[in-house]
């Protein structure tokens, strides 16, 4: 008998590792040097974590191999609250926050919380796959509201209530977004959050590159905007400190929380079968929240993000027939290749050919759950150097591409 996936997986994608990397893996393992510019590592392009972090994972070692709380451990969760506090979120303490193996876990655990076979949650496309991978899995129907590139890809709140059914249980709300870059305005924010209060809907929040913002963009808290609105908001270390690794994350529970009890009932057992997060690297919250905001100098004018981000939307417009929105946050740009100039169908297929030809991987756009084959999403993450290298190759492979 053949053992085959659960039909539960039909549906699931995660382009961002998906079947492309197979074949970036088989290159290098035959000697060829890839350029992987899939995945948001920035320990792969040298940024070091800060040190502060480092010595308090050391230190506490000794008394970190036991079990946690299923929440996380009471500093980490402190420092979590007193976070938000300074940012104008009130009303929330430290029984309000877990910790989590990155804000992916506990992503996915709040959606199999609340999605029932059938329930529907609003999610942005673009978006961060995961988002609409883990309510495909919970037996959910994720139904995109589309975000508008010739308006800083900011979603139309009426195409968003329009999709509003008896069906919908939540609106996601990626700022900034990933894969565009994307910082909503304060009025688009209070614009979902009404959404979300006239049709009793929870609001998630992904908030993990809420400190890499560029050119004065301003991020609001979606929990500091309304406190009669339940906001799960979803965070962590893996970016703005440069430690994806460490599987470091939290979640916040704001708003009306006893209306959620029962759901909180849910996410609580969700939260004890996996016993705890990851205990050592929760030592690294506390300092890394209450210490001086190193990001903070890479993201300004001269610092080494901001002049990567500069480096690629220029270079990345300065191809023909291609044309990108420039990203006021996060790590990533969204290119779109005008289908009058480049006529391809099948953006998977784009993807692999740049890679067996150039060896440089990126990730297609309907990877994203993008409508149309016209985008790519490119880490800003390499050195500008690499990325001009990078950005002319791929200029050069599009100049003769065909499909």
Avoid at 10 to 15: D, K, L
Avoid at 28 to 43: F, K, Q, Y
Avoid at 278 to 290: D, K, S, T
């Amino acid at each position: 008998m053949e053992f085959k996936q659960s039909s539960k997986l039909a549906g699931v994608c995660y382009e961002i590792r998906g079947p492309v990397i197979e074949h970036a893996d088989a290159l290098e393992e035959a000697g060829h040097s890839v350029l992987r510019l899939n995945t948001g590592n920035p320990a792969l392009f040298g940024f070091e974590a800060p040190e502060e972090l480092v010595q308090d994972i050391i230190r506490n070692l000794s008394t970190a191999h036991g079990y946690s709380e299923s929440r996380g451990i009471l500093p980490a969760r402190r420092a979590v609250v007193q976070s938000y506090e300074r940012r104008g979120v009130h009303k929330v303490d430290v029984d309000d926050v877990y910790l989590g193996n990155g804000a992916s876990e506990l992503i996915s655990m709040a959606v199999t919380a609340l999605v029932d076979d059938g329930d529907e949650l609003l999610i942005p496309a673009p978006d961060f796959p995961l988002w609409t991978a883990a309510t495909t899995l919970a037996g959910g129907t994720p139904v995109h509201y589309h975000c508008d590139e010739s308006a800083d890809w900011y979603p139309d709140l009426d195409e968003m209530a329009g999709k509003i059914t008896d069906r919908t249980r939540a609106i996601v709300v990626i700022n900034p977004n990933n894969p565009t870059g994307a910082v909503y305005p304060r009025e688009i924010l209070e614009g979902i959050l009404d959404l979300a209060r006239r049709h009793d809907l929870m609001v998630l929040a992904d908030e993990i590159y809420d400190r890499i913002l560029y050119d004065g963009a301003v991020h609001h808290p979606m929990a500091s905007l309304a406190d009669d609105v339940l906001v799960l908001t979803f965070s962590g270390l893996s970016k703005s400190y440069r430690v994806a690794g460490y599987r470091s994350g939290w979640m916040v529970v704001s708003g009306p929380k006893e209306r959620a009890r029962n759901y909180l009932e849910g996410f609580n057992t969700l939260a004890g079968m996996r016993l705890c997060p990851n205990v050592p690297a929760q030592y690294a919250v506390q300092a890394a929240l209450g210490g001086r905001q190193s990001i903070e100098d890479l993201v300004l004018p001269g610092g080494r993000l901001h002049e990567q981000r500069d480096t690629a939307w220029k270079l990345l417009n300065e191809i023909p027939g291609v044309s990108c929105v420039k990203p006021k946050g996060a790590l990533y740009a969204f290119p779109r290749l005008d289908p009058a100039v480049h006529r391809i169908h099948d953006d998977e297929k784009f993807v692999l050919d740049l890679l067996l030809q150039e060896k440089i991987q990126v990730v297609q756009g309907t990877g994203f759950n993008w409508h149309r084959p016209d985008h790519f999403r490119i880490l800003t993450l390499p050195r500008a150097d690499d990325l001009e290298a990078a950005i002319h190759r791929i200029g050069r492979f599009l100049a003769g591409y065909r499909q």
